[in-house]
Protein backbone atom coordinates (compact mmCIF):
# COMPACT_ATOMS: atom_id res chain seq x y z
CA UNK A 1 0.00 0.00 0.00
CA UNK A 2 0.74 3.42 0.07
CA UNK A 3 3.55 4.32 2.76
CA UNK A 4 1.42 5.97 5.58
CA UNK A 5 0.20 9.65 4.82
CA UNK A 6 1.78 9.08 1.73
CA UNK A 7 0.23 10.74 -0.85
CA UNK A 8 0.24 10.38 -4.79
CA UNK A 9 2.64 13.20 -5.43
CA UNK A 10 4.82 11.73 -2.59
CA UNK A 11 4.76 7.94 -4.47
CA UNK A 12 5.76 9.70 -7.77
CA UNK A 13 8.63 11.43 -5.99
CA UNK A 14 10.22 8.72 -4.37
CA UNK A 15 9.82 5.76 -7.29
CA UNK A 16 11.16 8.21 -10.52
CA UNK A 17 13.60 11.06 -11.39
CA UNK A 18 13.58 13.84 -13.10
CA UNK A 19 14.65 13.44 -16.59
CA UNK A 20 14.48 15.08 -19.64
CA UNK A 21 12.32 12.89 -22.60
CA UNK A 22 15.08 12.55 -25.46
CA UNK A 23 12.69 14.58 -28.06
CA UNK A 24 11.97 17.16 -26.09
CA UNK A 25 15.19 17.81 -24.05
CA UNK A 26 13.97 21.38 -22.96
CA UNK A 27 11.85 20.03 -20.74
CA UNK A 28 11.85 17.92 -16.89
CA UNK A 29 9.82 15.33 -15.81
CA UNK A 30 9.16 12.60 -13.35
CA UNK A 31 9.97 9.45 -15.10
CA UNK A 32 10.07 6.07 -14.36
CA UNK A 33 13.76 4.23 -15.25
CA UNK A 34 12.52 0.70 -15.16
CA UNK A 35 9.03 0.12 -16.21
CA UNK A 36 8.26 -3.30 -14.46
CA UNK A 37 9.43 -2.24 -10.75
CA UNK A 38 7.37 0.64 -10.98
CA UNK A 39 4.14 -1.70 -12.34
CA UNK A 40 4.66 -3.67 -9.00
CA UNK A 41 5.29 -1.09 -7.00
CA UNK A 42 1.91 0.76 -8.13
CA UNK A 43 -0.26 -2.40 -7.82
CA UNK A 44 1.30 -2.47 -4.57
CA UNK A 45 0.65 0.90 -3.66
CA UNK A 46 -3.13 0.23 -4.56
CA UNK A 47 -3.67 -3.55 -3.37
CA UNK A 48 -5.13 -4.51 -6.74
CA UNK A 49 -2.98 -7.32 -9.22
CA UNK A 50 -3.63 -7.14 -13.23
CA UNK A 51 -3.53 -3.30 -13.52
CA UNK A 52 -2.19 -1.28 -16.94
CA UNK A 53 0.99 -0.26 -17.06
CA UNK A 54 1.79 3.25 -15.28
CA UNK A 55 1.00 5.58 -18.49
CA UNK A 56 1.88 8.92 -16.48
CA UNK A 57 5.51 7.36 -15.54
CA UNK A 58 6.69 7.10 -18.94
CA UNK A 59 7.71 9.63 -22.12
CA UNK A 60 5.71 7.93 -24.95
CA UNK A 61 6.34 8.06 -28.71
CA UNK A 62 3.30 10.07 -29.40
CA UNK A 63 3.33 12.45 -26.68
CA UNK A 64 7.16 13.09 -27.08
CA UNK A 65 6.13 13.79 -31.25
CA UNK A 66 3.26 16.11 -30.13
CA UNK A 67 5.81 18.41 -27.24
CA UNK A 68 7.44 18.29 -29.91
CA UNK A 69 5.34 19.46 -32.26
CA UNK A 70 4.04 22.36 -29.82
CA UNK A 71 7.14 23.83 -29.00
CA UNK A 72 8.40 23.50 -32.89
CA UNK A 73 4.77 25.60 -34.25
CA UNK A 74 4.09 28.26 -31.33
CA UNK A 75 2.15 30.45 -33.80
CA UNK A 76 -0.25 27.24 -33.84
CA UNK A 77 -0.18 27.46 -29.69
CA UNK A 78 -0.28 31.25 -29.03
CA UNK A 79 -3.31 32.34 -26.91
CA UNK A 80 -5.21 28.87 -27.51
CA UNK A 81 -7.30 26.73 -25.31
CA UNK A 82 -6.15 23.29 -25.41
CA UNK A 83 -7.29 19.96 -24.07
CA UNK A 84 -4.88 17.41 -23.43
CA UNK A 85 -6.86 14.36 -23.98
CA UNK A 86 -5.52 10.97 -21.60
CA UNK A 87 -2.46 12.89 -20.85
CA UNK A 88 -0.43 10.40 -18.96
CA UNK A 89 2.06 12.39 -17.17
CA UNK A 90 1.26 15.78 -19.74
CA UNK A 91 4.01 15.81 -21.93
CA UNK A 92 1.77 16.82 -24.80
CA UNK A 93 0.00 19.78 -22.68
CA UNK A 94 3.11 20.60 -21.01
CA UNK A 95 4.60 21.18 -24.38
CA UNK A 96 1.57 23.47 -25.54
CA UNK A 97 1.82 25.52 -22.65
CA UNK A 98 5.54 26.13 -22.43
CA UNK A 99 4.28 27.37 -26.94
CA UNK A 100 2.20 29.82 -25.70
CA UNK A 101 -1.20 28.48 -25.17
CA UNK A 102 -3.51 30.77 -22.83
CA UNK A 103 -5.01 27.33 -21.41
CA UNK A 104 -4.42 23.88 -21.39
CA UNK A 105 -6.94 21.30 -19.87
CA UNK A 106 -5.50 17.86 -18.95
CA UNK A 107 -7.78 14.64 -18.85
CA UNK A 108 -6.85 11.58 -16.84
CA UNK A 109 -8.68 8.36 -15.44
CA UNK A 110 -6.01 7.69 -12.98
CA UNK A 111 -5.23 9.66 -9.80
CA UNK A 112 -1.40 8.53 -10.15
CA UNK A 113 -1.83 10.74 -13.36
CA UNK A 114 -3.13 13.62 -12.30
CA UNK A 115 -0.74 13.82 -9.98
CA UNK A 116 2.14 13.36 -12.11
CA UNK A 117 0.76 16.07 -14.20
CA UNK A 118 0.41 18.43 -11.61
CA UNK A 119 4.12 17.82 -10.45
CA UNK A 120 5.08 17.69 -14.08
CA UNK A 121 3.46 21.17 -14.70
CA UNK A 122 5.22 22.75 -11.55
CA UNK A 123 8.96 21.74 -13.04
CA UNK A 124 8.45 23.04 -16.09
CA UNK A 125 6.77 26.81 -14.69
CA UNK A 126 3.98 25.53 -17.00
CA UNK A 127 -0.08 26.81 -16.24
CA UNK A 128 -1.60 22.93 -16.83
CA UNK A 129 -5.27 22.27 -14.83
CA UNK A 130 -4.89 18.38 -14.44
CA UNK A 131 -8.42 16.60 -13.63
CA UNK A 132 -9.51 12.98 -13.14
CA UNK A 133 -12.36 12.89 -15.47
CA UNK A 134 -13.57 10.98 -18.63
CA UNK A 135 -14.13 13.32 -20.50
CA UNK A 136 -15.18 11.75 -23.71
CA UNK A 137 -18.26 12.68 -25.72
CA UNK A 138 -17.44 16.60 -24.27
CA UNK A 139 -16.71 19.77 -25.92
CA UNK A 140 -15.76 22.83 -23.96
CA UNK A 141 -15.55 24.60 -26.79
CA UNK A 142 -11.37 24.15 -27.22
CA UNK A 143 -9.27 25.63 -29.98
CA UNK A 144 -6.92 22.63 -30.20
CA UNK A 145 -7.27 18.56 -28.66
CA UNK A 146 -4.31 17.13 -28.03
CA UNK A 147 -4.46 13.01 -28.19
CA UNK A 148 -1.20 11.22 -28.30
CA UNK A 149 -0.83 7.22 -27.88
CA UNK A 150 -4.78 6.46 -27.52
CA UNK A 151 -5.16 4.41 -30.04
CA UNK A 152 -4.20 0.56 -28.74
CA UNK A 153 -7.91 -0.93 -27.81
CA UNK A 154 -10.05 -1.36 -30.78
CA UNK A 155 -13.88 -0.74 -29.22
CA UNK A 156 -12.35 2.80 -26.99
CA UNK A 157 -10.25 3.38 -30.38
CA UNK A 158 -13.55 3.54 -32.09
CA UNK A 159 -15.44 5.86 -29.62
CA UNK A 160 -12.04 7.71 -29.19
CA UNK A 161 -12.21 8.59 -33.00
CA UNK A 162 -15.91 9.29 -33.03
CA UNK A 163 -15.58 12.07 -30.36
CA UNK A 164 -12.48 13.37 -31.60
CA UNK A 165 -14.27 13.19 -35.32
CA UNK A 166 -16.84 16.09 -34.38
CA UNK A 167 -14.90 18.15 -32.61
CA UNK A 168 -12.69 18.76 -35.59
CA UNK A 169 -16.05 19.05 -37.33
CA UNK A 170 -16.98 22.41 -35.38
CA UNK A 171 -13.39 23.65 -35.88
CA UNK A 172 -11.10 22.66 -33.18
CA UNK A 173 -7.59 21.75 -34.35
CA UNK A 174 -7.55 17.49 -33.36
CA UNK A 175 -3.81 16.95 -33.51
CA UNK A 176 -2.99 13.40 -32.41
CA UNK A 177 1.01 11.57 -32.14
CA UNK A 178 1.08 8.21 -32.91
CA UNK A 179 3.64 5.77 -34.39
CA UNK A 180 0.97 3.83 -36.20
CA UNK A 181 -1.08 1.93 -33.49
CA UNK A 182 -2.88 -0.99 -34.87
CA UNK A 183 -6.47 0.50 -34.37
CA UNK A 184 -4.99 4.51 -35.74
CA UNK A 185 -7.62 5.13 -38.65
CA UNK A 186 -4.95 6.17 -40.69
CA UNK A 187 -7.20 6.26 -43.62
CA UNK A 188 -9.09 9.31 -42.34
CA UNK A 189 -6.41 11.79 -41.05
CA UNK A 190 -2.89 13.65 -43.07
CA UNK A 191 0.51 13.56 -41.55
CA UNK A 192 1.94 17.17 -40.36
CA UNK A 193 5.17 15.47 -39.02
CA UNK A 194 7.51 12.75 -38.43
CA UNK A 195 9.93 11.95 -35.35
CA UNK A 196 12.54 9.12 -35.01
CA UNK A 197 11.55 8.78 -31.17
CA UNK A 198 14.12 6.64 -28.60
CA UNK A 199 11.27 4.59 -26.33
CA UNK A 200 11.30 2.31 -23.69
CA UNK A 201 12.12 -1.89 -25.15
CA UNK A 202 10.58 -3.27 -22.52
CA UNK A 203 7.45 -1.31 -23.19
CA UNK A 204 6.99 -0.95 -27.16
CA UNK A 205 9.69 -4.28 -27.66
CA UNK A 206 12.05 -1.72 -29.83
CA UNK A 207 13.96 1.43 -29.39
CA UNK A 208 13.13 3.63 -31.72
CA UNK A 209 9.65 4.57 -32.89
CA UNK A 210 8.52 6.41 -35.75
CA UNK A 211 5.89 8.51 -34.19
CA UNK A 212 4.16 10.82 -36.15
CA UNK A 213 1.71 14.28 -35.54
CA UNK A 214 -1.44 13.63 -37.46
CA UNK A 215 -4.50 15.54 -38.12
CA UNK A 216 -8.12 14.13 -39.53
CA UNK A 217 -8.31 15.13 -43.10
CA UNK A 218 -10.66 17.76 -44.68
Avoid at 6 to 16: D, K, L, M, Q, V
Avoid at 87 to 107: H, Y
Avoid at 135 to 149: H, K, M, Q, S, T
Avoid at 168 to 176: Q, S
Amino acid sequence: MLKSNESHAGFIRRTTRVLSPPLVPEMNLHLAEESIGLWSQTEEALGEAGLPPPFWAFAWAGGQALARYALDNPDQFSRRSVLDFAAGGGIAGIGAAMAGASQVEAAEIDDFAVAAIDLNAALNGASVTAANHDIIGEDRGWDIVLAADVFYEDRLSRRIESWLRGLHDRGALVLIGDPERHFLPKATLDCLAEYTVPVTRDLEDREIRNAKVWTFRA
